[in-house]
């Protein structure tokens, strides 16, 4: 089985279980030592995300569920996400207290009309801009993300 195929009898979709992003709560207390394991997944996602829509029509892929995004435009929505990974990680090289601030109203997606752009060039673009080329950077350095902060002890 390949692609976006994992639609249950009555059309339900088990990912559609998974909680929204803003109400996920993150744990970053594993130890410095896995980062590099991180860094790995993170080099991995191009790949990752090629395998799950290889073979989807694009129909299915342009699909969208109500007025929700289209697997598509999720596709899209990771390259778009790649300039404020970028500004974080020179927040973090610089030393910053805190990260560059989100656009939570995801404007750049939304404007970017990804459903009328080819696939493979998303995919092409969004594999040229992981910047984990090398060794992992030093990642023992702690900033904290403006949206993070608001709920920290």
């Not at 191009?46 to 829509?53: C, M, N, S, T, Y």
């Not at 435009?73 to 989100?102: K, M, N, P, Q, S």
Request: some cysteine; glycine content about 8%.
């Amino acid at each position: 089985m390949s692609g976006i195929r994992r639609f249950q009898k009555g059309g339900r979709c088990p990912m559609s279980q998974v909680p929204l992003w803003f109400e996920r709560k993150f744990d970053f207390t594993f130890p410095v030592e896995q980062y590099p394991n991180v860094c790995a997944r993170l080099r991995g996602t191009p790949a990752r995300l090629e395998e799950i829509v290889r073979g989807v029509s694009r129909d299915v892929l342009r699909g969208k569920p109500g007025d929700k995004w289209s697997a598509q435009e999720h596709a899209g929505h990771l390259l778009d996400l790649e300039a404020l990974w970028l500004a974080r990680v020179d927040d973090f090289l610089a030393d910053g207290d805190t990260l560059t601030v989100a656009d939570l109203s995801n404007r750049k997606t939304h404007e970017a009309n990804h459903n009328a752009r080819e696939l493979l060039e998303i995919l092409a673009e969004f594999r040229i801009a992981i910047p984990f080329g090398g060794s992992c950077w030093e990642m023992s350095a702690c900033s904290l993300c403006p949206r993070l902060a608001a709920s920290a002890p």
